[in-house]
């Protein structure tokens, strides 16, 4: 595989210089012939700022069809264009991405379609429901005059919340009253863990480490599994509770989850006393987040009608994606490709946004895709400076959504300020100065 | 009695227990077994008599029997005794939950070893240069057969005996399969460098091509006279090398000479002036009737005496021989070695130099020595320059062969200085690697960016924004305004006269085409000139200026007196002059100007302000010092400055994706070596590919340094 990689490389390299060749006029590079090379740079990187936030329209397109709020989503683990959604009336949809229309609409549950997976293969999907059923359904549309039927359901003693597919094993994992391992051709869980908790909000597997799994519990804490031992490994209890969690598929260690306090918090399993990064921007309620396929970033949806999009260390997000009809975002995607961003909401809308607001999409010549690298060169080497950084980080907000931030602001600001006043006026050492990352973990069990 | 017993129950059970067979076997000898009639729940299997039942045997009944048996008895009696003064009770088995802790926390620290395992290959990532995703490509084109039909075997035993045949040799059974020679050859060589050797054999070999050609051309020339004029020259030119050498260097000299008497002494024995060859003979019988035979045979004959005397100088033609450099490097002519015929990349290294003088070509040497004496000296000139380059070309490769074999390469100073420059190119790339970017999240507002002068506006408000002292939201501002203190201790602030202020050099390029003016239209314009400004005096106004703004620059001193203030005040009244001296502040001098010495220059020291908003204030996170970033801000990376690869390189995305490519989650078989592996892996191919997987992820390219 590696020496076609190179093979791959080299034809490339090939082709452009070939191009190069072609249509390079010989030049005299002499460094006195052109001068003024930092000013020039400087404002071509600025006008590439200038030109990116001029072509930032991050939005694609939105799939409505649904009669109810989407509640979840999931993608197709063999194909980028196949999307599957449920909704809060139990009607699930399968859409065809690139034609943007639904191919097909299941009525799968009552009440709520509450978790939708994928199995590894492609070829069916699981999905859970108010009704205490996993039903598991063909991929396929099923032939004229044949009815929809699922390929099989387990009927559950208790109400799922969430379920997951393990990455290459028939095996999955639901969550509800207890986080349950399943065979695939049995109707009984293989294994189920409680922890003294009642109600669990969402399961993952790792992605990475197959045989891990996280999940979200109503006691405000984050509980780790092993499937393969009897007990759950480890129990991090916050102040408030996390809806989803989601791993980092490119670092096995690491995972992110979205709390009810506005902020996400990236941990590393190893060290659970204290999150690495705690990620804010939001002005409500977190409810979802997906990490981008190549695990550099990750995408969150809230309460408070917005999508962010997250470095993975970094403390503040770098977009924010809004629109007027909008709602509260329940949940988010990152498709498989790195390229798109979908997100799922209470107004019954689907929406497909780019993952990075002003890049062209389509196929790019050559020349484009230099001058595209060039642009981001100079708009990384130049990003300190006052005036680019002004117009890159530039957002437009609506404006109860900047109100809201205003407010937490100031609120925080007193917070900060009070903490400082203290130390000030106490005994040297008496009053501890904590970090914000030490703040929000409670205790790890 | 026999009912299972936890090991943490104690081993005074146990001891109990055996003491009990022990002791009570012999009893049970002597007494008379009693009979049992009746059913009882509690009856020793040892048939002890339970006679008070419900009564437990204590310990103290037994030992009266004890003392009967001699042996071990002091022994037993003691450990009864220790048995019997230990009260406490045995202690509980644990209690679910910290059994469950206890398990839990062992599985966690497994689990959270083995996902350490990931430790390398993260920061490998995280450091990469450029990661390509899908990291695992699947090979474009169509697949191999054996990959499509899994499971097949040769059947017939026409298709075993093939594969058989093949399996031995270890040839791919597929033709776009590479034998492991084949694929070891085409890692030997990049193809860069075997082209660049290519092209060097080639032109090798050109030039044997002409040098033979030439050579031909020489020896075919009839004409005596132009030969001997050769042989002559050579020979002149010979002996005064010779003489200088005896002046210069008189030890070489002296071998020279033995060198030259061993070659006479040779042709001497040889017998070749004798006159009795058959030239001589034909020459012997027309010297009758011409004169210029017999000229020729009084020379064969005078020849003879001087190599019949003893101490005469020899002929010198072997000597030239000797002197005469080598046209071509051996190595042209070498055979290839017969490792691999087929592959001409196979071979690692060149044949072995020849250094030595003793070494030519015997092919060329003709059997005549006259003749090539006078071809040799007309070969010369041309000859070196070809030389020079074989020597060149031979240099090059002994230089790369040496790289290859690890040692440090001789490096000429044109490849320093162009490793420098390289180097000069490469280094802010190294230094921006550090990902972290001011990390203060957005800017979020009311404006929308519509067009390119909405973000010109924004622009302008941001230098609006800069030019009153606003206190921004993060405390870095602050810190960066106050003066260094103690808590702020990695607060540098770079002089915003050293970024973005690259000083231009000075273009010489002729601009117009220059005119040449006479000297009265000169002093023509010069009168004009003078006429025009007669009245100014520029240079007493620039000195004024300049005075008044060193005066405004001055501090000035306060007056704070308040004229009636704790005494009488009124017309004509002042305040005392000791309250006018308490009241009067002097502040500080200035440090001196800069300008001070400078007659002719102002130096304006405030700070510029629509400079100010290109400028940056604080050093970047990366970055320690302040001179690391002008220099990633110095160097440019636009193709204005660069060549199109080094700027293709220096512009490289650090993450490269695949349109309509599913990146799937790293996986654990590709990346982590596996300790123990579980599957025997069957096929060849496959586990060859996996450890190249293993040593290096293939999502990786790093730039050549």
Redesign the interface.
Known sequence: ?????VR???SS?LS??II?VLF?VPRN?D????????????T?ALNA???E??F?KPFVGSLDGHRDGINCMAKHS?S?SILLSGSCDGELKLWDLPKRKCVRTIQAHDGFVRGICSRFCGTSFFTVGDDKTVKKWNMETPGYGEREEPLSTILGKAMFTGIDHH?KDATFATCGQTVDIWDEQRSSPVRSFSWGVDSFSCVRYN????E?LASCASDRSIV?Y?MR??????KVVMKLRSNTLCWN?????FFTCSNEDYNLYTYD??RLNAPVTVHM?HVSAVLDLDYS????EFVSASFDKTIRIFRK????????YHTKRMQHVICVKWS????YILSGSDEMNIRLWKANASEKLG?LSPREK?AH??N???K????????L???A?????P?DI?KQ?REL?EMLGSRRRKEKNVIKHSKPGSVPVVAERQKHVVNVE | MNAPLSCSEGKGYLMVHTLVNFHIFPLSHRKKLTERSEASTQVSEFSVNAEGEGEKVKLSDLLGKMEKTPKNLNKTKKQLKDLEKKSDTLELPLSRQEKEKIQREVAYVKTSTEVSRWESVVTQNRNAEQLVFPLIQEPSGPKRIEQVVSGWKAQTPLEQEIFSLLHCNLQPTHDPVLTPVEEASLKAMSLEEAKIRRAELQKARALQSYYEAKAKRERKIKSKKYHKVQSKAKRKEFLKKFEDLCKTDPQAALEEFKKMELLRMEERMSLKHQNSGKWAKSKVIMGKYDLVARKAMQEQLEMNKDLTQKLVVPSEDEEQEQEEPKALPDFVNDPEPVGDPANPWMRGQLSAEALGPEVSHEVERPTEQFPERKEEEEEEEPENEEEALLREFEQKRRLRQSEDKGFEPVVSEEQEEFKNLFNRLVEPVILETGEEQGDEGLEEGLVRIHSLDDTELLANDHEASLVEPVPSDTSNMEASACPPSKNSKKVKVIDPSEVLTKQAKVIKVPHAPMMVEDEEVRNEQTTIIKEAFAGDDVVSDFLKDKRKLEEDSMPKVVDLTLPGWGEWGGVGLKPSRFKRRKFRIKPAPLPPRKDQKLPAVIISEKRNAALAAHQVCQLPFPFTKPEQFERTICSPVGNTWNTHNVMRKLTAPKVVTQMGAIIEPIAKDDFIKDKNPSKPQPNLQLTKDSSLAKTAPPGHKRRKK
Do not use: C
């Open positions: 595989s590696i020496s076609i990689q791959i490389n080299q390299s452009s210089s190069h390079s590079y460094p006195t012939l052109h001068p003024f090379e930092v000013p020039r740079e400087y071509r700022t200038k030109l936030r001029v930032a063999k980028l990455q992605p990475v480490e197959t891990l780790l092993d031992e009897a007990t759950p490994l480890k598929p490119m670092e096995a260690y399993m190893r921007d396929p190549t695990g550099r260390d970094g403390g503040h997000s770098r977009e924010v498989a490709d790195n390229k196929l230099e690298n060039y981001q060169k100079l990384e080497k130049f990003q300190h400076h006052p005036q950084r002004r117009i980080r530039h957002r437009h907000l404006r900047y931030r602001k």
